[in-house]
């Protein structure tokens, strides 16, 4: 990982959409790739799994490139979900956004281990029920050529701690971690990541952010409390190589609403401080 090198991204999550007007902007302020992460109605409102090649030569049309999908999330689609035929309609609905990416050269994808609440009853099955999914998932995937990547998840979400998370990824072969900056409450991202590091689990990408530890913020890193020295030495030992993605909220609460300019000038100094 060095600093010359390393890409600069941006998660679409910052505008829920995509159009050329944004694809221009995110161009004009010099990003080198784009994470397509949307709502589930806005996937399915612009027939990603059938247009995918659509929106590829839309975005061939600026100097960005796709970099990861992030599967949407919600209770219609979870894959740890006790309700037998929401777990299959989400599993067959990811299959069919998988193989639509892999079409326009997406080699990572990014998913929720499950969606919230989990209770405590319910936990042990539900991990159960999620790895079942994950195995065909990753299947799928792997003949594809194309890595998924379990982000670490806040709150009652199932992969909460480092511990879980490995226990879900467990015996799973070519699967990964997405680390989200943002997300761990219930140990910091430091141990978490040493966790990670201690079992020889790969990160395929990342969401860079800031917060309080309390909850997830989604502000720009330096406005919060992360270590960003330890987390991005602790990333170079892993040998992440993956760009600098950042998954910013435009509206993070308490906060003035944000710019992509802001975040681009955030990203530069981010890159030549800590990397």
């Known amino acids: 990982m ?29 990003f080198d790739c784009i994470e397509l992460s949307f709502p589930l109605n806005y996937f399915k409102e612009i027939d ?34 006790l309700n ?8 067959k609905f990811y299959i069919e956004l998988i193989q639509s ?7 990572t994808i990014v998913l929720h281990p499950s969606y919230e ?14 790895r079942k999914s994950l195995k065909i998932l990753n299947y799928i995937a792997n003949k594809l050529g194309m890595k998924i990547a379990v982000e670490n998840m806040p709150r009652s979400v199932l992969g909460n701690t480092s511990k879980e998370l490995i226990s879900i990824l467990k015996n799973i072969k070519n699967i990964g971690i997405c680390f989200d900056s943002n ?21 395929y990408t990342v969401h860079l952010s800031d ?26 030992i892993m040998n992440y190589n993956g760009p ?15 710019t992509l300019k802001q975040i681009r000038e955030n990203q530069e100094k981010f890159i030549s401080e800590n990397i």
Request: positive net charge.
């Open 211 to 236: 917060y309080d530890f309390m909850e997830e913020r989604h502000i720009l890193p330096g406005y919060g409390i992360n270590d960003w020295k330890e987390i991005i030495n602790l990333l170079k």
């Open 244 to 258: 600098m993605m950042y998954e910013i909220n435009q509206n993070p609460l308490g906060k003035e609403k944000v």
């Open 84 to 91: 037998r035929k929401i777990r299959k309609n989400a599993v």
């Open 101 to 107: 990416a892999s079409k326009i050269g997406i080699k």
């Open 183 to 203: 997300h761990s409450l219930k140990e910091d991202n430091i141990e978490f990541l040493k966790n990670i590091l201690k079992n020889k689990i790969p990160i």
């Open 117 to 130: 609440p989990v209770l405590d009853i319910n936990r042990e099955k539900q991990i159960k029920n999620c």
């Open 2 to 30: 060095k600093n010359n090198s390393i890409e600069k991204g941006i998660s679409l999550k910052f505008f829920g959409q995509i159009s050329t007007e944004i694809l221009k902007e995110i161009e004009q302020n010099n």
């Open 48 to 81: 990603f799994i059938h247009q995918s090649e659509k929106y590829k030569k839309m975005i061939d049309n600026y100097n960005i490139k796709i970099w990861s999908i992030h599967l949407p999330y919600g209770e219609e689609v979870d894959i740890s979900s």
